[in-house]
Each structure stands twice: as structure tokens, then as C-alpha cells.
């Protein structure tokens, strides 16, 4: 028997190299090999076969990023040898990144971003990208981001390496890639103002990394300190 040549991704031919999502369902199917009576399938640990085993055809759930591995397909005719042939899957997060924020304080005027999952790993890099106001854009592979002006920003994780085939051996090429679902919108926020209107604050009692502002005619008075990281007094108020 011959090995089998050609595989199917959801009816496209499979394309060495091509990186695929986490966490999906795919059909995977080959073309039928002479002589052969039965097919066994070897997945990544992790994944599901849900239907189609020993058949040309299965249905299969992909696994976590983790998971990336060789599919295995064996054509089978009783005690004959079987035919082997291999396919790799690298697969790219299909989660958007978890993250950490850290807001800025009275003390650093700028925030940070932290990416928790994925965790660094050899492969991965991070990117963050200001969307509200525009700025360009920053990667790394640690996935921590600090000095960030107060913004709406973008976080994305690539996964930048897959593997191509060279027979049967994988080879492993480095590339970026981006055809799943990975980014995350954030925002990193200014100081609160907290504004005193004559009886009570607008946003609680004020500390230190807040921004105050007294615009009351009435006035204010305070038998105790009050904290704030600036004080902005408007015309006329009365202090």
C-alpha cells in the first residue's frame, strides 16, 4: 500500500506550515488508499476524535495551544504492513490574552500591562498597540508593558513559529503568524477627579491619587488634612 498523500482541512488541502486555532472543531479527511481496508488515526494528546475513526474521515476537536503535535494516519489491510503518514499542526492561541492591569498612581503618571495566559514561552511574543490615541505599536516576549499613557490599547499574543514537512521529519521555520482570535481591549485610566460642590464630593472621600477640584462658592473648610495628588481651585470658589 501506499501512504496517504494528501489531507484535508474542512475540504481545503493542508498546507505545510499553516498554523491553526486552539480549541476547534475540524473535519479531517484523506483520499482513499488502494488496498486499504481500514484507517486508524493518531492524534495530539488532547485532542477529540469525535466520529469518523477508522474511516477516511473524522470530525476532531483541536486542543489547547499546549497541543500543537503530528497527526498520524495509518491505512491498514489485515497483516499487511500499515502505511504511515504525518501531518503537523502548530496551533495558535484561539483565547484572547488574559492580562493585569496597573493603573496609574500620583507617584508614576503612566500605567502597565501584564499578559498572564498565554505565559511566556519559547514561540510567543506580545504586542500592544494604542488604539485611543494612536500608538505604535510595542512587542516583546515577556509580555509585560510599563510606562503606558492613559489610553484604550490593543494586546495581542502570536504564537511565531510552525513546522513544515520534509517527508516525513518536521522542520522547524520561524514566522509570524495572526489567523486567530487573540487581542484584548483595555484601558488604562487617568486619575479620578474628585470635585467638591459646596456639600459633598463627587467621587468619595478624596486620596492621594485623586485629582481635586473646589469650585463651590459656598465654600469648604476641613478640621483635618485633606489628601489629593493635585488641587485645582476654580474662580470664585471659596476655600
Known amino acids: 500500500m501506499t501512504n496517504p498523500t494528501e489531507l484535508y482541512i474542512d475540504g481545503t488541502p493542508y498546507s505545510a506550515g ?3 486555532c486552539a480549541n476547534t472543531s475540524n473535519v479531517l479527511s484523506i483520499n482513499p488508499v488502494t488496498n486499504a481496508e481500514t484507517y486508524e488515526w493518531i492524534v495530539p494528546a488532547g485532542w477529540t476524535i ?8 473524522i470530525n476532531v476537536t483541536t486542543g489547547s495551544t499546549s497541543t500543537s503535535g503530528t ?3 495509518l491505512a491498514k ?4 504492513n500499515d502505511a504511515h503518514s504525518y501531518f503537523y499542526f502548530y496551533l495558535v492561541p484561539s483565547n484572547a490574552p488574559t492580562v493585569n492591569l496597573t493603573q496609574p498612581t500620583c507617584t508614576l503618571a503612566t500605567g502597565a500591562i501584564t499578559v498572564t495566559s498565554p505565559a511566556p514561552a519559547s514561540g ?3 504586542t500592544v498597540v494604542g488604539t485611543n490615541p494612536v500608538v505604535a ?5 515577556t509580555g509585560v508593558f510599563t510606562g503606558l499613557a492613559p489610553g484604550n490599547y490593543d494586546v495581542t499574543s502570536n504564537n511565531g513559529y510552525y513546522l513544515d514537512i520534509i517527508g516525513t521529519y518536521p522542520k522547524a521555520i520561524t514566522t509570524p503568524t495572526s489567523n486567530c482570535a487573540t487581542t484584548t481591549s483595555v484601558t488604562i485610566n487617568p486619575l479620578d477627579t474628585n470635585t467638591w460642590n459646596g456639600s459633598v464630593w463627587s467621587d468619595g472621600t478624596p486620596n492621594i491619587n485623586q485629582n481635586l477640584v473646589f469650585n463651590a462658592v459656598s465654600g469648604f473648610s476641613s478640621t483635618t488634612n485633606v489628601d489629593g495628588c493635585s488641587c485645582t481651585v476654580t474662580t470664585g470658589a471659596v476655600i
Open 18 to 20: 499553516v498554523t491553526h
Open 50 to 57: 469525535t466520529s469518523g475513526q477508522g474511516t477516511t474521515s
Open 71 to 73: 497527526v498520524e494516519i
Open 77 to 80: 489491510n489485515g497483516g499487511c
Open 124 to 126: 510567543i511574543t506580545y
Open 137 to 141: 505599536a510595542i512587542t516583546n516576549t
